[in-house]
């Protein structure tokens, strides 16, 4: 009896919190609306407000580098105030706002402001709601928590795209009737996080308010995270943003009303790849799957710049999803294991500013390489410094295994 007894409360145990559930729900929701628009905004702002691919770069570079400056504040002051979840309710109460500024936008430098906006909510949310996770999960688990999400995350960011192409072909490719009925999922995503996620107690850290970034503090979080925010930064500057990917589909002749069908790809293998592979590194090598990631997206990369017809295009997508898969959740499981827990939601706001940096250098890199020479040279760009990635990576020896 008493086995029994203890077999029944480690299975239970094993199981994860519902408020981590509840997070992936938030994810799914503000995805859903997020993608919604995102799925048809480089289109929208190429053919309907005129605007240069160079233009599109700048946008969604200025754009997912602010969210990366915000993380760094929101996970510190996470970690000063010890509630998480207060600033996560902010964020997405910040996006489900700016939602409606697409909607009126009349040209590209209001679309910028929205798209700032938009992302200084995720900014203010991304670092607590990450670090969260890594407070509720069990320690042997963080990989299925942090896949969990992310999978959820992905459906959201699927079923978007598709909810847009629906609406596209059902209202004569009305982009901004699209754009107002996203403010929808959003809201919901801001009443589950409200009402279903609650946080663990966690003690303040009693200082001075001050500015984050001290050398004695960034010194603290040591030597393995460092290693990891080194990856994580060469992997993003070989992977410039997904509205390349958008673009490099109507290049090849993809309607406007299907356009989203390039986010639906990419996002169903994302999702489905996310949870298992973050099951696998819970239990393998996390060094081997990274590479692998690493090699996957080189394989996409030259699908992408060879690709003579939309098939072999949405080919290379489903292998961007793939390594997005193997390698997004996983890193965020490193930065949560390598980083002291009391500094946790430092630790990711560090990781995101120097990542968002990075994507803002390799989205204004492939707008140019696109405007200049043409789309495959973007995409040869891309392997190549992958390939530069992956040499590295290689270069670091063997990793502690986790």
Same mark, same amino acid.
């Given at each position: 009896m008493n086995d029994e007894v203890e077999k029944a409360a480690a299975a239970a145990r094993q199981k994860l919190p519902r408020s981590i559930w509840a997070l992936g729900f938030v994810s799914l929701f503000m995805d859903i609306s997020s993608e919604m628009i995102h799925a048809l905004l480089p289109v929208f702002l190429v053919t309907v407000l005129g605007a240069s691919t160079v233009t599109v770069g700048i946008i969604e570079g200025i754009g997912e580098a602010t969210a990366s400056i915000s993380k760094l504040f929101s996970g510190w002051l996470s970690d000063r105030l010890g509630a998480r979840k207060a600033l996560t309710v902010i964020g997405y109460g910040l996006g489900a706002l700016s939602k409606p500024l697409f909607a009126v936008a009349p040209t590209a430098t209001w679309i910028l402001f929205a798209r700032f906006s938009d992302r200084v909510g995720k900014g203010i949310r991304g670092a607590p709601r990450d670090a969260l996770v890594g407070d509720l999960a069990p320690p042997g688990l963080r990989g299925a928590a942090y896949g969990l999400r992310q999978s959820l995350d992905t459906?959201?960011?699927?079923?978007?795209?598709?909810? @847009?192409?629906?609406?596209?072909?059902?209202? !004569?490719?009305?982009?901004?009737?699209?754009?107002?009925?996203? /403010?929808?999922? #959003? $809201?919901?995503?801001?009443?589950?996080?409200?009402?279903?996620?609650?946080?663990?107690?966690?003690?303040?850290?009693?200082?001075?308010?001050?500015?984050?970034?001290?050398?004695?503090?960034?010194?603290?979080?040591?030597?393995?995270?460092?290693?990891?925010?080194?990856?994580?930064?060469?992997?993003?500057?070989?992977?410039?943003?997904?509205?390349?990917?958008?673009?490099? @589909?109507?290049?090849?002749?993809?309607?406007? !009303?299907?356009?989203?069908?390039?986010?639906?790809?990419?996002? /169903?293998?994302? #999702? $489905?790849?996310?949870?298992?592979?973050?099951?696998?590194?819970d239990k393998a090598d996390k060094r081997i799957i990274l590479l692998g990631g690493f090699g996957v997206l080189i394989v996409s990369d030259m699908v992408l710049a060879v690709a003579a017809d939309l098939w072999t295009v949405m080919a290379g997508v489903a292998l961007w999803g793939l390594h997005m898969g193997m390698t997004q959740g996983l890193l965020a499981t490193l930065v949560a294991e390598t980083a002291p827990a009391p500094s946790r939601g430092s630790a990711f706001g560090v990781y995101h500013l120097v990542t968002g940096i990075a994507l803002l250098a390799a989205s204004l890199v492939a707008g140019i390489l696109w405007e200049w020479i043409g789309p495959s040279a973007t995409f040869v760009g891309g392997a190549a410094f992958t390939a530069i990635g992956l040499a590295g990576m290689l270069a670091l020896g063997q990793w502690r295994k986790r």
């Open positions: 459906v959201g960011a699927f079923a978007g795209p598709l909810l @847009a192409m629906a609406l596209m072909a059902s209202f !004569a490719d009305d982009f901004r009737l699209v754009f107002w009925l996203a /403010v929808i999922p #959003a $809201a919901i995503a801001v009443a589950i996080l409200v009402i279903g996620v609650r946080e663990p107690a966690r003690h303040r850290q009693e200082r001075a308010p001050r500015f984050p970034l001290r050398r004695k503090e960034l010194g603290a979080l040591g030597g393995l995270f460092w290693g990891v925010v080194a990856v994580g930064t060469v992997l993003t500057l070989a992977r410039f943003s997904e509205a390349f990917l958008i673009l490099r @589909a109507e290049d090849k002749g993809l309607p406007l !009303a299907l356009i989203p069908m390039v986010l639906i790809v990419m996002s /169903v293998v994302y #999702a $489905a790849s996310a949870y298992p592979f973050g099951a696998l590194s």
